[in-house]
């Protein structure tokens, strides 16, 4: 298998994010609908696709499809129980998003210590790990869809584009609705960051996901920031099938 040859692609609720396996791990391209990556698949002379889908199921039909007809072989990874030295606390890893399993795992190889890693995007996911052994998470709702929860379930509030990059006090609804959302992301950093403090001496969070910057102003020198962790943790299962 040539590593130019082999593409990851994370599917996520809002975006598609992909990389071939021999990129920097740095070097992600964001595309907002299916049209944009099988554009690049029809052009890109590819052996391998693999892909972390907790969208929708059509989607990944497509690209199997597509797969297919270019003689692509299509890998569709699930969550597991037990892989890499990770164990899932999950009773039915099934219900767990793979693009969680495989944050953990892009996680796991940044570290040896205790970690709790952090990936917001529409949702924002949270996953504790120490010594090999899933402790369990959390999902709560990501900025946007915040902002998007509010507005729908109010009549005078409103919002803007606003991406602010310190937590202050805003005197306007919009800058309102952005500092409560801000203040809310960064709340689950906290709420990780005290639970690990309260159980390992030493920890770290990692962090990835669209809105991984609003994070930045939270996090101290224990933490860590990482393009794409979900396409992280897919390269480790397509080193692992090319090169065992
Ligand atoms: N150009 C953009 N388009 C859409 N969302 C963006 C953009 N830039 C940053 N974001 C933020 O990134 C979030 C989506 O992050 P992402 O990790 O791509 O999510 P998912 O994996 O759920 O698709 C959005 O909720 C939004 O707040
Ligand atoms: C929690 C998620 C929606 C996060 O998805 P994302 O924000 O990356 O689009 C996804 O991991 C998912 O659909 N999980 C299934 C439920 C679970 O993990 O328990
Ligand atoms: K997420």
Redesign the pocket.
């Known amino acids: 298998m040539q590593t130019n040859s082999v593409l990851l692609v ?8 992909y990389r071939l396996l021999n990129d920097d791990a740095d070097n992600v391209t ?1 595309v ?1 609908d299916l049209s944009a990556l099988i554009t690049y698949i029809e052009a890109a002379p590819l052996t391998h696709l693999y892909i972390a889908n ?2 929708k199921p059509a989607v990944e039909e497509a690209l199997a499809q597509l797969c297919n007809e270019q003689q692509i072989i299509f890998c569709a990874v699930k969550t597991q129980s037990d892989a890499f030295g990770i164990t899932n606390s999950y009773q039915n890893p099934q219900k767990m998003g793979v ?1 969680r399993w495989l944050a953990i795992l892009g996680a796991a190889k940044l570290t040896d210590k205790p970690f709790a890693v952090i ?5 924002v996911t949270v996953d504790f790990v120490a010594n090999g052994q899933h402790l369990g998470g959390w999902i709560a709702p ?4 915040m902002k998007k929860a509010l507005l729908s379930n109010t009549t005078r509030v409103f919002e803007n584009e606003t ?1 602010p990059e310190q937590l202050m006090a805003a005197s306007d609804t919009e800058e309102c609705v952005a500092m409560g959302c801000l203040a809310a992301l960064q709340g689950v950093f906290w709420s990780a960051k005290r639970r690990l403090n309260n159980q390992f001496k030493e920890n770290v969070i990692i962090f ?4 991984k910057k ?1 994070l930045t102003s939270a996090c101290d020198g224990d933490s860590l920031s990482a393009a ?1 962790l ?1 396409i992280d943790g897919l390269a480790r299962y397509a080193e692992k099938a090319s090169f065992g």
């Open positions: 994370d599917i996520g609720n809002t975006r598609i994010k964001t907002d907790v969208g693009d990936d917001a995007g529409t949702a990501g900025f946007h869809t991406v990835t996901g669209g809105d609003l794409n979900v």
